[in-house]
């Protein structure tokens, strides 16, 4: 050690030092918590892009499969033609799904000004019951005295509640929140079929199948009365609460099931699906756009649930055109 | 109590400020002696009459040794301190092993194997012991008077369950004199604390879940996914033990004592001889120093057969299986080669591309008697050298945090290690202390998860 080191004073400094680092983290984290915390999750930065970008007037909410499957710009793009002026879309799907997030997520978007129409996936894993909840860093409880004390910091120290905030993987999603109007929820979020399967074909070499969208084979059978889902109730509940606090807000609120293929179209496209779909969308006032059914060519998609940038496109224009054609929104 | 809990960051604190408020020398032991028994017996807490059980015999046989200078008092004390050891930790196995001599021999005797607690870390707690009597008998150290003093020597929470192996000589005459507080320890120590739990938290026991899986499921395992998952238990042992050992440095910095440093960039060495002189340093001198030298070490010309009876009883040391006795046993056979190459003069061209070589070539040695060490069963760890080894050879995809933290180790574990080393930390320039520690910190934080167990408790 050289003398100058020798003071006392260099190591109280350094102590001093990183005792301020930890405090200004801590202070930052608390100013900044809901977008420190929307690190953690896609779902959750999606939502807080969306919260930060300029007004933007269509939302889409939903799975991979939307994720996947919806063109924001381009669906705003068609309507801002249909309606005489430029609009702006996003999309907030995100790989995982389950009723609790689709609220979750709905009651805080349909708290930004500007929003004029909001899509909800209608598909069978964005209406299962899976637990889900915004706080993904409470430590188990644990009944000794770690897992109190564990429970006890977290709940108060938030560099430590948001800890996983700091992990390689998340740090690299900063510029998402840096520059949220960058981006429409697509750009920057690979195709999940292309990810896990590298399945998707470059456009240029697909010759486009045909893919006859108007098909559509099932009927509604069921009296909406009869659907015995053991998560009904609450699936009444969280819809009607989101179409009220929509119509209090004035948006327009609409379902869409994206499209499916090969033998996922078998279980998605079902009598129970499809009248279960129909009866939200009565019950709540949200025309429904039904697409589970479309005898769609496997060659639009990924895997059997997730389309390729072609099958995005193609579907896009096709959503934006049923819904310019049969939304009832405010212009 | 696990050194990667806040609970024992909660009691060292306490510890740490009662230690330092403490007007009297006399009172700090006592703080530290509490403190230690509450560490000890966190788990559970009938360990503590163990522990004082221990503590007490051996007090006692230090002072008879002492006094008497008998070579049979020091023959009793070490025989109850082995018997302790042996009741504990290799009474099943042998029992399993003479169940099954007797089943090649026909003949159907049920053979008992107890089930019952093992204290924890009581191969470290068994040699400190062991060192310190065999000290006062050969009169080089004096047996210590006071119990308040020894207790504390004996259960310091820095280095009772995984070491380092601390000697009494090292030890015992830093608690004797009151010490000043000096910030510049309680510096040393923080950051000693902090790379030790990244090291444990972050790499460890990140790699952990790969080398579980890996080992697990040798039969599934591709050649390169054999190989990588090697090089992450290589890492993990490191890591776990390494990070143990720093943590123990760091608390007894804070404190104003200094323990001998453990591992010092092991990876490094260009021959197995020069890994035991940087692995695990201080169980390595202990084997020398009392186990080596006793069976004649290098004078007897029997050095060959001395170098592997030692390391074979070090392979037993580290765990009651035949795994372990096969591991030490190819670690003294290959350190025999060694001394036997240096004594004919059969020495490697110099160069720094032949140093690398070397080094390249000890790491792999070593990682494939790590197999021995992790390997479930002896007939898993076959198949895991099958999988390694032979053909058929194939390729599958790596996962990107395994690989990503394989190549950070690789590129800074020189760095970080250096550091690790005396107060080499402090001759640093302050913003490069303040840059090691914050990244340590912020890794620490965020990937800390599930408490796990440190390997070496078992031991």
């Given at each position: 050690m050289t003398p100058s080191r020798r003071n006392p004073g260099w190591g109280a400094l350094y102590l001093l030092l990183v005792a301020l680092f930890l405090a200004a983290l801590e202070t930052g984290v608390r100013s900044h918590e809901d977008e420190i915390a929307s690190l953690q999750d896609g779902s959750l930065i999606k939502l807080q892009m969306f919260l930060l970008r300029q007004p933007t007037d269509i939302l889409f909410i939903g799975t991979s499969r939307s994720q996947d499957g919806i063109d924001p710009s381009l669906i705003a793009g068609q309507m801002g033609q249909a309606s005489g002026h430029p609009l702006r879309g996003f999309n907030a799907a995100a790989a995982g799904g389950s009723l609790d997030r689709m609220y979750y997520l709905a009651d805080k978007a349909l708290d930004k000004p500007g929003l004029r129409l909001l899509g909800l996936e209608v598909s069978t894993a964005q209406l299962s019951d899976t637990p889900w909840s915004p706080d993904f860093n409470a430590p188990e409880t644990t009944d000794d005295f770690e897992g109190r004390l564990q429970h006890w910091v977290s709940r108060h120290v938030y560099t430590v509640r948001y800890r996983k905030t700091f992990r390689l993987e998340n740090i690299v999603k900063y510029p998402f929140l840096l520059f949220p109007d960058a981006d429409d929820g697509t750009r920057w979020f690979g195709q999940v079929g292309t990810r896990l399967l590298k399945m998707d074909t470059p456009t240029s070499e697909l010759t486009p199948p045909p893919w006859n969208m108007d098909r559509l084979k099932l009927q509604e059978t069921t009296p909406a009365s009869q659907t015995t889902d053991a998560n009904s109730a609450k699936i009444n509940?969280?819809?009607?609460?989101?179409?009220?606090k929509a119509r209090q807000r004035g948006v327009t609120l609409f379902l869409y099931a994206p499209p499916v293929s090969g033998s996922a179209a078998q279980s998605e496209c079902s009598d129970k699906n499809f009248n279960a779909f129909r009866r939200i969308s009565r019950q709540t006032g949200a025309p429904l756009f039904f697409y589970d059914c479309t005898d769609a060519p496997v060659g639009y998609f990924s895997d059997e649930t997730h389309l390729t940038s072609l099958g995005k496109q193609?579907?896009?224009?096709?959503?934006?055109?049923?819904?310019?054609?049969?939304?009832?929104?405010?212009r | 109590m696990l050194f990667n809990s806040l609970t024992f960051v909660l009691l060292h604190f306490v510890v740490l400020t009662l230690y330092w408020l403490s007007p009297r020398q006399g009172l700090r032991i006592v703080f530290l002696g509490l403190g230690s028994l509450v560490f000890y017996g966190w788990l559970y807490w009938p360990g503590i009459f163990f522990l004082l059980g221990v503590i007490a015999v051996n007090y006692f046989m230090g002072l008879q040794i002492e006094k008497t200078a008998s070579p049979k008092w020091l023959a009793i004390a070490v025989s109850l301190n082995l018997l302790n050891l042996c009741y504990f930790k290799y009474v099943e196995f042998l029992a399993r092993n003479l169940a099954a001599l007797l089943e090649l021999a026909h003949i159907d005797l049920a053979i008992p194997t107890?089930?019952?607690?093992?204290?924890?870390?009581?191969?470290f707690i068994t040699f400190q012991?062991?060192?310190?009597?065999?000290?006062?008998?050969?009169?080089?150290?004096?047996?210590?008077?006071?119990?308040?003093?020894?207790?504390?020597f004996a259960a310091f929470y820095g280095q009772l369950i995984a070491g380092p192996i601390v000697r009494s000589h090292e030890f015992l005459?830093?608690?004797?004199?009151?010490?000043?507080?000096?910030?510049h320890s309680l510096k040393l120590g923080f950051f000693y604390f902090i790379m030790g739990v990244m090291m444990k938290v972050t790499v460890a026991d990140t790699l952990a879940q790969f080398v579980e899986y890996g080992f697990g499921h040798v039969g599934t395992l591709s050649t390169n996914m054999a190989w990588l998952t090697l090089y992450a238990f290589a890492t993990q042992i490191l890591c776990d033990f390494w990070g143990y050992s720093t943590i123990a440095l760091g608390c007894a910095y804070m404190l104003g004592i200094h323990l001998p440093i453990n591992f010092n960039l092991p990876y490094s060495s260009a021959s197995l001889t020069e890994f035991w002189r940087r692995w695990h340093i201080t169980l390595s001198s202990w084997l020398r120093d009392y186990l080596y030298i006793p069976l004649g070490g290098n004078r007897t010309g029997r050095t060959y057969r001395n170098l592997i009876a030692t390391m074979t009883l070090g392979g037993l040391w580290h765990g009651a299986s035949w795994n372990f006795v096969l591991w030490g046993l190819l670690n003294g056979v290959w350190l025999a080669v060694e001394r036997g190459f240096i004594k004919r003069g059969i020495v490697p061209p110099a160069g720094w591309w032949m140093h690398f070589f070397k080094v390249v070539l000890v790491f792999h040695g070593v990682c494939l008697l790590w197999v021995l060490f992790r390997a479930p069963s002896f007939d898993s760890a076959l198949l895991y050298y099958r999988h390694l080894l032979l053909p058929p050879y194939s390729l599958s995809s790596v996962p990107s945090t395994l690989l990503t933290l394989l190549v950070l180790f690789l590129l800074f574990q020189n760095r970080i290690g250096s550091q690790l080393i005396d107060d080499r930390f402090l001759r640093l320039s302050l913003p490069?202390?303040?840059?090691?520690?914050?990244?340590?910190?912020?890794?620490i934080l965020a990937y800390s998860q599930a408490r796990l167990d440190f390997i070496y408790f078992v031991f």
């Open positions: 509940s969280i819809f009607l609460g989101i179409s009220e193609f579907w896009s224009t096709r959503l934006a055109a049923d819904m310019a054609a049969s939304l009832d929104w405010p | 107890p089930d019952y607690w093992l204290p924890l870390g009581i191969s012991k062991i060192a310190y009597l065999v000290d006062i008998y050969k009169g080089q150290i004096r047996a210590e008077k006071n119990f308040l003093r020894f207790t504390c005459p830093q608690l004797q004199t009151k010490r000043e507080f000096n910030v490069k202390q303040l840059a090691m520690t914050l990244v340590g910190l912020m890794l």
